[in-house]
């Protein structure tokens, strides 16, 4: 490929991984299994250049994340970077952290929108899966400041084998929130998420019964709840558009300034990120090797490279292919064309038998690499 | 929505130009909307200010079109709006 058809369209999306540091130890955490620590973070100036080089690149909204970005003492100061570069702000947090005087620092800086996540309905499960006694009853504490506050809520259930069953109370619960939006999202298995999958899948009847649940609700709640849902990959035939496609819509930038297609895409081997401490922007998005690496559709083994819906799927997600084949650059095993496809139905039936023990996120415990 | 609502964005929701792609956009949470060139007349009008039937007044100088028409129109595209939490009637 050479000069025009390299080009990329511009980024609308990007999340800000401010910080690694956070008080839940979630088992399915998107953060790379090789945590970084609070010395090596990026202050809330070089975040500011970050921003503006992204809105004049294109970016219109931001999603500030991490980690728990509500740790970072900073986070007024880069919101209101990130609001003068003319960015919608998204806060993406537990809500353990933040006090009614806390956030309204962050109402005052011009944030636009909350993300708050909840591990399940139930208190004594949820604190069991986030590893963080009374986090749950903090976040029922949270969402109301958020709504006192005029702000948007977004409530984020992380759903799986061990509290799928309670998704008609997380929809409840939103209500009872005032949340305006449902995010039911299905772990996805890489990193932290694939050591603890055995522990995590669904089964075919749990997912059936949700994705009735979802559909039943969508209609009775119309106007008031608005429900995010996806059928996670373990039980598709066709691979999802991960990221709208890698370096087409969206990036992450890391705590250390990295830049990455993808959140996730710090743990691929091979791969030298552009250093926004010394690399603009720009730079790294039109020119990186490792953003062209997987663009457009050329670099596409068989059976991508021939399919009809190579430019709707993009060839799926690259973490999960290297996570469960050893080879990003394969089609992903979601896909029914892909010849690791088995390997997914493999993983359903030995989660069948597995006990619901985790292995939590902390920093300096990278798992030991799952087979499969 | 009738003539006398006037509507504006809720917190959260936000109409910007979008230079890069040359286009205007409204922003939502975690959504992004691109507004056809009718609603974006309308859309660029909402102040929370200004009624459904004010709009109708200087789109129906401005494009010298029939006012009640363009009032009904008017009213239509902001109840589907308000519908999908674009704008609310203040």
Known sequence: MTGDEMRAPPPLGLLAELTHRCPLRCPYCSNPTELHRASRELDAATWGRIFAEASALGVLQVHLSGGEPTARRDLPAIIRHAVSAGLYTNLITSGVLTDERRFAELVEAGLDHVQLSVQDAEASSADRIGGYAGGHARKLRFAPIVRAAGLPLTLNAVVHRQNLDRLPDLIELALTLGAGRLEVAHVQYYGWALRNRAALLPTRAQLDAATDTVNRARDELKGRLVIDYVVPDYYATLPKACMGGWGRQFLAVSPTGLALPCHAAESLPGFTFPDLRTTSLQDAWNNSEAFNRFRGTAWMPEPCRGCARKEQDWGGCRCQAFALTGDAANTDPACALSPHHALLDLAVREAAEATHEFTYREMGRAPAPATG | ?90
């Open chain 2, 1 to 90: 929505m009738d003539g006398a609502a006037v509507p504006r964005f809720p917190r959260g929701v936000r109409l910007r130009e979008d230079a890069a792609r040359g286009r205007w956009v409204v922003l939502a949470p975690e959504r992004a909307f691109v507004p056809d060139d009718v609603a974006l007349e309308v859309l660029k009008l909402v102040d929370g200010e200004r009624s459904v039937g004010g709009i109708a007044d200087l789109l129906a100088a401005r494009f010298d079109a029939p006012r009640e028409v363009i009032e009904a129109d008017i009213a239509e595209m902001l109840r589907d709006l308000a519908e999908r939490g674009v704008v609310v009637a203040g």
